[in-house]
């Protein structure tokens, strides 16, 4: 029998929940498995070109209809969580994945890093803070401009959607293309960020109100950004903020920290397709084939994801507290014992929905063996809060009277 849509899809993630080191170990087990899950399919291809061919030739199609169907699935799974005081929270974040350093997939990918370093993908991730499921996702390569792959993405939003990014979210073409949208943001910002204060431009000023408008901008008789800064405090460093939600009754400087709070859940979600399942690197030596390899697992990932969420849920549970090491350890458990998952079809559910991550109080700091290659960058400094000069502020009011008699 040869390789069926369905078997190709069932083939490819199995591959990817699948621990062996190297693609050729994982189709083996992946075979096993199959016989498993489908007792009435009496044989599959048994060769891994074989697979690959038809994988290859399948994997666009089939993966753009699941990436079409996802937001829909995450929109009812959701449910009641899919909104936190009035808005539809998606934070977005992005990393870079490793491919094999061949020649064909350093002119296909590039390196974002320093200089002579692996070729990778760059992964831009949107997530659904409310339940920690990812909403929309865009792989380039690695010289790519994370905050224009999130442009592409833009008509993904949801109405009422609250974008939460980090420090490397920023600029004036950026947040106007956000606003512009019909989206709400709240960015965290540092040293490499200019404000205006006293410009009096358009809106009544109070405590908080800044404005951004580069001299480029300007020069182009472009309006200013009407934004709020909102200043936090972590314990260590204040924590700079900005939005374009000028209301405190729409969201409060409490609610913008425990919104912030919330993007922790994207470094989770990295840290589960690298560690976790073992993504750090790709295996395909093929430009063509470590772009849907990084694809299937992203989508392998957001599966499991799925599942467990959909679990914990019905047994009332939160699940933005869901452990994907957990997870994936109970469903690789259920699928190496087919035995066991033919005595009771819902073992896997059950089990899903016991996978949290630990609830003890740490008595201190989580300390880790070295690693070499941890990234030690600093925090984000102070933006650089400056008073509109009168050049500014006249500009700014002829822009008003413009506005005014159009």
Aim: charged share 20%; aromatic share 8%; glycine share 8%.
């Amino acid at each position: 029998m040869r390789w069926t849509p369905r078997l190709i899809t069932w083939a490819a993630l199995l591959m990817v929940w699948e621990p062996a080191a190297t693609l050729g170990e994982r189709f083996g087990q992946t075979l096993a498995a199959l016989a498993a899950l489908f007792p009435g399919v009496r044989r599959v291809g048994r060769t891994y070109q074989g697979f690959i061919k038809a994988w290859i030739a399948w994997s666009p199609r089939l993966l753009l209809d699941w990436e079409q169907r996802w937001r829909t699935l995450v929109r009812q799974a959701a449910g009641t969580r899919w909104t936190h005081h009035g808005w539809v929270p998606l934070g977005v974040d992005g990393s870079r994945v490793a491919v094999p350093h061949t020649a064909a997939n350093l002119r296909a990918f590039g390196c974002g890093g320093k200089k002579h370093s692996s070729p990778s993908a760059w992964l831009v991730m949107l997530l659904h803070l409310g339940t920690n499921l990812p909403w929309a996702w865009k792989i380039a390569k690695a010289t790519a401009d994370e905050r224009g792959l999130l442009r592409q993405m833009l008509g993904l939003l949801p109405a009422g959607t609250l974008v939460m990014a980090d420090a490397g979210y920023t600029g004036y073409a950026f947040w106007q293309a956000l606003q512009d949208a019909g989206h709400a943001f709240l960015i965290r910002v540092g040293a490499n960020t200019r404000l205006l204060t006293q410009l009096g431009y358009a809106v009544r000023e109070y405590d908080g109100i800044v404005y951004v408008w580069p001299d480029r901008q300007a020069k182009h008789g472009q309006p200013p950004l009407i934004l709020r800064l909102i200043v936090l405090h972590d314990g260590r460093k204040p924590v700079y903020l900005l939005t374009n939600v000028l209301e405190m009754e729409r969201l409060s400087d409490a609610q913008a920290a425990a919104f912030y709070r919330l993007r922790w859940s994207l470094e989770l979600f990295f840290r589960g397709l690298k560690g976790t399942l073992g993504k750090r690197q790709m295996r395909s030596h093929a430009p063509v084939q470590a772009a849907l390899e990084l694809r299937w697992a992203v989508l392998g990932l957001a599966l499991l994801g799925l599942w467990t969420a959909h679990s914990q849920m019905a047994a009332d549970r939160d699940p933005r507290r869901m452990s994907l090491a957990v997870a994936l350890r109970q469903l690789r458990a259920v699928l190496h014992h087919p035995a066991r998952r033919c005595r009771r079809c819902d073992t896997l559910l059950v089990r899903l929905a016991g996978a949290v991550r630990d609830g003890y109080a740490r008595r201190g700091p989580k300390h880790s063996a070295h690693w070499p290659h941890k990234k030690n960058d600093g925090p984000p400094g102070a933006p650089k809060i400056t008073a509109a000069t009168v050049r500014q502020i006249l500009a700014a009011k002829a822009l008003t009277l413009q506005s005014q008699a159009a």
